[in-house]
């Protein structure tokens, strides 16, 4: 079963248009561009980095409402207005010591396509591009900024047993 793969995870690492957000830029009369992010997406992101579980950002946006919303969450490697994913992934591949076969990476566009097929286990939002779709180990149900980061990282946790109504409620 590929989902056995998630037992063996040690970093996620995921793009942010498109899978933290629904893909839409809300642009305001002064030129801020604004995101919407889903909040139980949210709770699985810092609820898998105090389990232990790191999780990385890289995208290709430049906003700093994002940078700010990724710290707020306890992400440390946020990294935006990245336009070489695959070379950034192999710098922090060698900086953590890990294997392809550690990461899951998950996207939704182009742009994602060459980093995702450098990863032990791809996976995607339910309305990604279909080039993305063929090249996932698992599509989520879940549409991006809708549910799709909860629902890998709910596999991810459970699988590796850090997953648990006990614990997280003891964590609030």
């Known amino acids: ?11 996620v690492i995921l793009d942010v248009d498109g899978v933290m957000t ?11 561009q604004l995101r919407t992010f889903y909040v139980k997406d949210g709770y699985a992101m810092q609820l898998a980095i105090k389990r ?3 999780i990385w950002v890289i995208s290709g946006g430049r906003s700093e ?3 700010k919303r990724m710290l707020g969450l306890g992400i440390t490697e946020v990294h935006l207005g990245v336009s070489d994913k695959l070379a950034l992934l192999q710098d922090l591949m060698g900086k953590y010591n890990l294997s392809k076969e550690d990461l899951l990476y998950m996207g939704d566009d182009l742009p ?3 980093v995702m097929q450098a990863v032990g286990f791809a996976c995607c939002p339910s309305d990604s591009i279909e080039e993305i779709k063929e090249i996932s180990h698992y599509m989520s149900p879940f549409a991006g900024g809708k549910g799709a980061v ?9 699988l590796q047993g850090i997953w648990s109504v006990e614990t997280s409620i003891k964590s609030i």
């Open 22 to 32: 629904d893909g839409s830029i809300h642009v305001t009369e002064e030129g801020h």
């Open 52 to 54: 232990g579980l790191p």
């Open 65 to 67: 409402g994002v940078r």
């Open 150 to 158: 909860r629902d890998i990282l709910e596999k991810v946790m459970k």
């Open 112 to 114: 994602d396509f060459e």
């Open 1 to 11: 079963m590929i989902f056995q793969k998630l037992k063996h995870i040690k970093a």
